[in-house]
């Protein structure tokens, strides 16, 4: 088929080479570890900067299926950080507050991550209507 748009990996021979790049390497794995607990931050970060970078079809090197729940729980996880007011949770008997502490709250790069995230799904879903684009 060749070419089927201008960015790198719009084509057969980049499409098959990052599949031999990644073969072997379980990404759906390896991602959903690095976002199944929300204290982790060095690594939800690291894991969400893989899926604003990995997430084209062509590129990703897991199930497509699985990639939107990815990008929806890094979206979640980031905003968690960046927005810890969302995090918030009041006690029934009085009108105290209790604050999540997040370290790395109001950290610019992980709400352009977060954006890049939320830009990617929808994009992806407007552009062509199927997961497959």
């Known amino acids: ?5 201008s960015a790198p990996w719009h ?4 499409a098959d080479w990052f599949g031999d790049v990644f073969a072997g390497i379980d ?5 959903g570890d690095a976002l199944e607990y929300d204290d982790d931050y060095d690594r939800v970060r690291a894991a969400c900067y893989l899926l604003a970078v990995l997430r084209h079809s062509t ?6 299926e699985r990639l939107d729940g990815h990008l929806e729980r890094g979206v979640e996880m980031l905003t968690d950080m960046i927005e810890p007011s969302r995090s918030r949770s009041s006690v029934s008997s009085g009108k105290t507050t209790r604050r999540s502490s997040r ?3 109001g950290r610019s ?3 352009r ?6 830009a990617t799904k929808t994009t ?8 497959r684009c």
């Not at 088929?1 to 748009?5: D, E, F, N, V």
């Not at 590129?59 to 497509?64: Q, S």
């Open 1 to 5: 088929m060749g070419a089927w748009a």
């Open 103 to 105: 370290p790395f709250a």
């Open 113 to 118: 991550l977060a954006s890049t995230a939320r």
């Open 124 to 131: 992806r879903t407007s552009w062509c209507g199927t997961r």
């Open 109 to 111: 790069r992980n709400s």
């Open 11 to 14: 084509n057969d021979a980049a």
């Open 59 to 64: 590129v990703w090197p897991g199930d497509l």
């Open 27 to 31: 990404i759906d794995a390896r991602i």
